[in-house]
């Protein structure tokens, strides 16, 4: 192969990489933010009056 293929495809591996780490990242910080808004009742008496609808 030519330098300048092995080049491009050099880059084009590295741009899937770092592409999937960022959006592994992104994902991490979307699940921790929606995992604290959930409201998690406490007490058994909580979770019988909710309304399941």
Known sequence: MCPFC???MGLI???AV???????F???VARKKNSSAE???HSSNE?????VD
Not at 18 to 24: E, I, K
Request: positive net charge.
């Open 6 to 8: 092995i080049s491009t």
């Open 13 to 15: 591996v590295a741009g």
């Open 18 to 24: 770092s592409t999937g780490g960022l959006a592994t």
């Open 26 to 28: 992104a994902l991490k």
């Open 39 to 41: 409201n998690i009742p």
């Open 47 to 51: 979770r019988s009056s909710q309304n």
